[in-house]
């Protein structure tokens, strides 16, 4: 019995130090547990905290990039805009000297002065001449008709060489038609300098040049600025066309279209939904217009003056020429004077292949009876020109020439 007891004692004694043993080793687990939530708790806060405050930085990039965005497009409207200007300034300047070539306020003083025997028809359009009524003249000037004879040794040189000498003869009885043949040099009296005053007006222009030169360089200086806001295929494109050279109406204003077509390309990169953008596509789609208007209305005006002159006279073509300059000055000398208005020196034109007319500069210095043609930008190497001169230029005393002379030459 004692034993029995002493062993349920033992049994009860064991079972007591057990429990507590587990109690014991439990209660550290606990803990433990509680301290892995409170890590996972904070960590997560931290991670909440942080793609928080990465959803922060993002929204603010993407408003700065937004900002960015906006930016960069008012800087790209601003360059396009100014290209914009620049294309009008130069279609307003082109028509400036459309309508100074073809201008009928020239017909119209022209007309007024009592020496001229140049008739206008005033029913015309604003800038068409109209050639025809140069048969409206006195008596005298009318060939055929039992005059004097003329000689008009047209000599067409250039750098000072002479290069071909034409003399136009009208017998004193009537004949079928006017002859050209070579003709006698001009003689050593008629072969004279440029007075101080044709020094002087050369002297001016040339300021003039170096004062539109300096301006153009300070405007490039801007448009560099301007650049770096477009890409470099854009400012390529549009530097190249820039800088092409268009010496006659039609390829100036050509040229003009190409420079817009630059742009449009430009525009499509804009931003759709704004105002600006809207703006410089209303003012695109104008120039267009107006430049495309300009191009029908100078193909209309050259090709009318051309065809009346070739239509109304016979030709004679001198012998073609070669030349190396690509900026060369024509002179034209004559053994009798002409009548020195610009109206009359229009009859004397340049013409590229395709029949444009070149923008030229016509001088007459009555001292040496020559008559200098000059372009702006010069010629083009690879293409052909003709100088062409119409039977209706006049003399001092109103005699006509009475025969188309063309002469071709090529720019090697």
Do not use: C
Not at 4 to 31: D, G
Not at 125 to 142: G, H, I, P, R
Not at 318 to 328: G, H, S
């Amino acid at each position: 019995m004692k034993k029995r007891t002493r062993l349920m004692t033992t049994i009860a004694v064991f079972s007591l130090i057990f429990s507590s043993s587990q109690v014991l080793a439990a209660k550290p687990l606990e803990k433990y547990n509680k301290s892995e939530t409170v890590i996972k708790s904070k960590e997560k806060k931290d991670s909440n905290k942080i793609k928080n405050r990465d959803n922060d930085k993002i929204k603010k990039d993407n408003k700065s990039k937004k900002n960015e965005k906006q930016k960069n497009n008012l800087k790209h409207i601003e360059t396009l805009n100014k290209r914009l200007n620049d294309i009008e300034n130069s279609l307003n300047k082109v028509n400036k000297e459309i309508d100074k070539y073809f201008n009928i306020e020239v017909q119209q003083d022209t007309s007024e002065n009592n020496d001229s025997n140049v008739g206008v028809d005033s029913s015309t359009t604003d800038t068409a001449v109209n050639l025809e009524q140069k048969d409206d003249v006195s008596e005298k000037s009318k060939p055929n008709e039992g005059l004097t004879s003329i000689n008009e040794n047209v000599q067409i040189t250039e750098d000072g060489h002479e290069v071909e000498s034409e003399q136009v003869i009208e017998n004193e009885q009537p004949v079928e038609g006017q002859q050209i043949v070579e003709g006698e040099q001009a003689t050593e009296g008629e072969q004279v300098t440029e007075d101080e005053q044709a020094i002087e007006d050369e002297k001016t222009e040339q300021d003039e040049v170096e004062n539109e030169q300096q301006a153009q360089d300070i405007e490039e200086a801007e448009d560099e600025e301007l650049d770096e806001n477009l890409d470099k295929e854009f400012n390529d494109e549009y530097k190249r066309e820039d800088n092409g050279r268009y010496n006659s109406f039609y390829g100036k204003l050509n040229s003009l279209l190409n420079k817009l077509d630059t742009v449009r390309k430009q525009m499509e990169k804009l931003d759709k939904d704004s105002s600006e953008s809207a703006n410089i596509n209303e003012r695109y789609s104008k120039l267009v217009n107006d430049v495309t208007v300009s191009i029908n209305r100078v193909k209309e005006l050259q090709q009318n003056q051309v065809s009346e002159i070739k239509n109304k006279y016979t030709n004679k073509k001198l012998e073609e020429k070669k030349i190396n300059e690509t900026k060369k000055d024509w002179e034209i000398k004559l053994t009798k004077g002409v009548k020195d208005d610009e109206n009359n020196l229009k009859n004397i034109t340049i013409l590229d292949s395709k029949g444009n007319i070149l923008d030229t500069v016509i001088k007459y210095d009555a001292l040496s009876k020559k008559i200098t043609i000059s372009t702006e930008h010069g010629f083009i190497k690879g293409e052909s020109y003709t100088i062409l001169i119409g039977g209706d230029l006049e003399s001092s005393s109103g005699e006509k020439l009475g025969k188309n002379v063309q002469k071709n030459f090529a720019v090697e």
